[in-house]
């Protein structure tokens, strides 16, 4: 099979199976990716001001239940099922990481800490009981649970992370932005110059799509005094819905994230 790390040129990979429950990485992927984390920030933000928060809180849980209970009921990958999942888990992971920061008080650096803690403890599980972190083995029930356990704490991750960034060491949204781009960059350029193996190279990568899109979106939706463009979290998530829709429709009708089955 082959495999598109970070956009990179394709390279030999162990077999996928076809009963795969995740998509092919490739850039299109990628693109879609950030545009859900962008959306899950501001879809979380308008929810946490328009609806009694702690109602938005259970709305979001709520939907996250229906979205995995869809993917893990499914047979094998479905890109509107499966982009579904990582929507309302981008959603409902802004939420928990507000959630500690504004409903608890607890700080950014800390709640970052914390979530940093509770990624590597899952991701250490994952590798220990299945023995491979790869995202292209995912065809079984419990790798599918470690799976998506890990894709939300990397959502919490990302979300405090970004917060942090932004506002306790005072950055600014646009600037924030900026350098995740450049944090994003770097598994990437490791892999392609440094001889990074693919697994990680993906995860690291994965984590930093979460701050880069949050960032950028929050820039869009806060108003001028918070160093925003002031254009409204409900027209910003409307915007990324949108295009959101368009790539897995693409996916959806192309196919270009699913391996070709072989006879």
Same mark, same amino acid.
């Given at each position: 099979? #082959?495999?598109?790390?970070?956009?990179?040129?394709?390279?030999?990979?162990?077999?996928?199976?076809?009963?795969?429950?995740?998509?092919?990485?490739?850039?299109?992927?990628?693109?879609v990716k950030i545009l859900?984390?962008?959306?899950?920030?501001?879809?979380?933000?308008?929810?946490?001001h328009h609806i009694y928060?702690?109602?938005?809180?259970?709305?979001?849980?709520l939907g996250l239940i229906? *979205?995995? %209970?869809?993917?893990? %009921?499914?047979?094998?990958?479905?890109?509107?099922?499966?982009?579904?999942?990582?929507?309302?888990?981008?959603?409902?992971?802004?939420?928990?990481?507000?959630?500690?920061?504004?409903?608890?008080?607890?700080?950014?650096?800390?709640?970052?800490?914390?979530?940093?803690?509770?990624?590597?403890?899952?991701?250490?599980?994952?590798?220990?009981?299945?023995?491979?972190?790869?995202?292209?083995?995912?065809?079984?029930?419990?790798?599918?649970?470690?799976?998506? *356990?890990?894709?939300?704490?990397?959502?919490?991750?990302?979300?405090?992370?970004?917060?942090?960034? *932004?506002?306790?060491?005072?950055?600014?949204?646009?600037?924030?932005?900026?350098?995740?781009?450049?944090?994003?960059?770097?598994?990437?350029?490791?892999?392609?110059?440094?001889?990074?193996?693919?697994?990680?190279?993906?995860?690291?990568?994965?984590?930093? #799509?979460?701050?880069?899109? *949050?960032?950028?979106?929050?820039?869009?939706?806060?108003?001028?005094?918070?160093?925003?463009?002031?254009?409204? #979290?409900?027209?910003?998530?409307?915007?990324?819905?949108?295009?959101?829709?368009?790539?897995?429709?693409?996916? %959806?009708?192309?196919?270009?994230?699913?391996?070709?089955?072989?006879?």
């Amino acid at each position: 099979m #082959t495999y598109t790390a970070l956009g990179a040129a394709p390279v030999a990979l162990p077999h996928r199976s076809r009963f795969s429950k995740v998509p092919e990485v490739t850039l299109i992927f990628w693109v879609v990716k950030i545009l859900t984390t962008g959306m899950g920030e501001t879809t979380s933000d308008f929810l946490a001001h328009h609806i009694y928060p702690p109602v938005a809180v259970i709305i979001g849980f709520l939907g996250l239940i229906a *979205a995995l %209970a869809l993917q893990l %009921a499914a047979p094998r990958y479905n890109a509107w099922i499966y982009w579904l999942a990582v929507v309302m888990v981008s959603v409902f992971g802004t939420m928990a990481a507000d959630v500690l920061h504004v409903g608890l008080g607890i700080p950014y650096v800390v709640s970052t800490s914390f979530f940093a803690v509770s990624l590597a403890v899952i991701l250490w599980l994952w590798h220990r009981v299945e023995g491979t972190l790869a995202i292209h083995s995912i065809h079984s029930r419990r790798r599918e649970l470690f799976y998506w *356990a890990t894709v939300l704490a990397t959502f919490a991750l990302g979300t405090a992370a970004g917060d942090m960034t *932004a506002t306790s060491l005072g950055l600014g949204y646009l600037e924030s932005g900026v350098m995740f781009v450049g944090v994003f960059a770097l598994p990437a350029l490791a892999y392609w110059w440094l001889g990074l193996p693919e697994v990680p190279a993906f995860w690291c990568a994965y984590i930093v #799509t979460r701050p880069l899109g *949050a960032s950028f979106s929050d820039w869009m939706g806060v108003d001028h005094a918070r160093g925003g463009l002031g254009w409204g #979290t409900g027209p910003v998530s409307l915007t990324l819905f949108a295009l959101i829709v368009m790539g897995v429709g693409y996916l %959806a009708l192309t196919r270009r994230d699913v391996e070709p089955e072989h006879g």
